[in-house]
């Protein structure tokens, strides 16, 4: 008998940092159910310090597993196979425990409680509506139990039918709003996909950077933002319109109509039509005629989808079907601090000893104002033909964080979805991914820092850390390798 050496099979090098992930979520969804954000009352004190500190550590090993996965993805690469199967491990936990980072979807149950009982959400709040004993006012956030809805009539219709499903059931509620979510992310899927493929991108690196980066588990997934139906429809959206003019113009209608369906759960999304609009004129000539005529014709679909979205609110709760736009700047009335604009704004305030309110509106302004010029300097480059509608949305979408009186860490998706498809510089992706993958750390994980009593985040923070590293030699035996020879026996 002779032995020979079989050759190595094929290197999953995604395999660790799947892995090293795979464990991160798991320990970040079991602390949830102490330290997420619950519809009850916080655990006593010892089991909530134990539990934050596992999802402070279970997202750490995640945040550290993905910048892992970035670095195979953007030099190794990898396949889209294997991004998908990574994504999808690392989801599932997540989509089973409670929300962490955020307890946006209580008020967004509770705005559908109060649709469900016939009030208009963009006039009644919860607390006007409800009363302060009901179940989804108690789990609102303190901060919104006495605003308006600023949301569009097609999320406030989505939140009604939950409502009106699930009662005051709140974990059959975030179940059914965690559905949406989901079905969200297979449309963000689907779109990078394909518009990673249009621009010769690789579909593992698109997976990699964008699906399944850390703000999209914690925010789109565990936190339950309706942003991810508006990503979805408005990358879907895009991917249509780009098909315009390979001889399936119906796709350009079709794409029209999903960014404005996007833009009726969150108004910001309707930047991306102004964009499709302008490579639609860029195509038929860029003449100023051209630019009227497809101009007119996205108006016509903006004007249709939101009056059937308004009637259709209107008909369900009563009113005119149009009173969230007047609660827009609900988000606007609290200072966030990845609001560059607010935070300067504040600090001016104090500085110069002026009245705060005033002085934020005037910084805002002029940011908005500065911003606005951008956009439309972005918006002429896309009809000359020196930009495309992604790669303008994109950058649209990063001026529009940068200079946004309000910023959330999930609204920098807004702008990093895109980017991964953009085909721009191939460096500034990854860093601008990594330093948001960074901030997908810093909130809460119960959504509100109140909910610890006295010292708990500062015990429980440095105790994840330590543990975390001094759990690094297990994290290294969690792949075995996979290129090492086998020995085989033959005759």
Same mark, same amino acid.
């Not at 997420?36 to 909530?48: F, M, Q, S, T, V």
């Not at 919860?126 to 009539?153: C, I």
């Not at 639609?280 to 249709?304: E, N």
């Not at 860093?431 to 006295?454: C, E, K, M, N």
């Given at each position: ?33 102490? %330290? ?10 010892? @089991? ?14 995640? $945040? ?83 605003? /308006? ?42 779109? @990078? ?94 003449? /100023? ?36 736009? %007047? ?15 607010? $935070? ?7 500085? +110069?000893? %002026? ?34 509608? $992604? ?17 959330? /860490? ?5 702008? +990093?979805?895109?980017?991964? $498809? ?35 985040? +500062?015990? %429980? ?9 001094? @759990? ?20």
């Amino acid at each position: 008998m002779t032995l020979r050496i079989a050759p190595a099979p094929p290197v999953d090098r995604t395999r660790t940092p799947r892995r090293i992930g795979l464990t991160g979520s798991i320990a970040a969804a079991v602390g949830a159910f102490g %330290a997420g954000a619950l519809p009850g009352p916080p655990p006593p004190a010892p @089991l909530g310090t134990v539990a934050l500190a596992l999802t402070y550590a279970g997202a750490l090993l995640l $945040v550290i597993a993905w910048f892992g996965a970035a670095r195979v993805a953007c030099t190794d690469g990898t396949t889209p196979s294997s991004a998908l199967r990574m994504l999808i491990t690392w989801a599932a936990p997540f989509a089973l425990a409670p929300p962490l980072f955020s307890r946006d979807v209580y008020a967004m149950l509770a705005q559908g409680a109060v649709a469900a009982r016939g009030f208009d959400p963009g006039v009644w709040s919860p607390l006007a509506a409800l009363g302060p004993l009901a179940p989804q006012v108690r789990a609102t956030p303190e901060l919104w139990r006495d605003d /308006p809805s600023p949301y569009g009539p097609l999320a406030q219709l989505l939140q009604q039918a939950v409502a009106e499903l699930t009662g005051t059931d709140l974990v059959a509620g975030v179940a059914l709003m965690r559905v949406a979510a989901l079905a969200g992310l297979a449309a963000i899927v689907w779109a @990078l996909l394909r518009l990673g493929a249009r621009r010769g991108i690789d579909g593992g690196r698109v997976i990699v950077l964008g699906a399944a980066h850390p703000l999209v588990l914690f925010h789109l997934v565990s936190g339950v933002h309706l942003d991810a139906l508006v990503l979805g429809a408005m990358l879907v959206g895009l991917e249509l319109a780009a098909r315009d003019g390979t001889g399936r113009d119906g796709a350009r209608w079709a794409g029209y109509a999903l960014i404005t369906t996007a833009a009726m759960v969150k108004l910001p999304a309707l930047l991306a039509l102004g964009f499709v609009a302008a490579q639609h004129a860029a195509r038929c000539g860029g003449r /100023p005629r051209d630019l009227v005529a497809v101009g007119a014709a996205a108006l016509a679909v903006v004007g249709a989808v939101a009056a059937g979205s308004a009637a259709l609110l209107a008909g369900s709760v009563g009113g005119s079907g149009w009173t969230w736009v %007047a609660a827009l700047d609900v988000p606007a009335s609290v200072v966030t601090w990845l609001s560059a604009p607010s $935070v300067l704004g504040f600090g001016l305030a104090h500085l +110069l000893g %002026a009245p705060l309110d005033p002085t934020l509106a005037v910084v805002r302004g002029i940011a908005v104002l500065a911003g606005a010029c951008v956009v439309v300097a972005l918006l002429r480059a896309t009809v000359a033909g020196r930009v495309d509608a $992604v790669r303008g949305t994109a950058l649209g979408m990063v001026v529009a964080v940068a200079c946004g009186p309000a910023v959330q /860490p999930w609204y920098l998706l807004l702008a +990093l979805l895109p980017l991964v $498809v953009s085909g721009g510089v191939p460096h500034r992706v990854p860093r601008f991914a990594a330093v948001t993958a960074v901030i997908a750390l810093i909130d809460a994980p119960p959504g509100d820092w109140w909910v610890f009593a006295g010292m708990q985040p +500062l015990v %429980a923070a440095p105790v994840a850390a330590a543990g975390v590293l001094l @759990l690094r030699p297990l994290w290294q035996r969690l792949a075995e390798p996979l290129d090492q020879p086998r020995i085989l026996g033959s005759a």
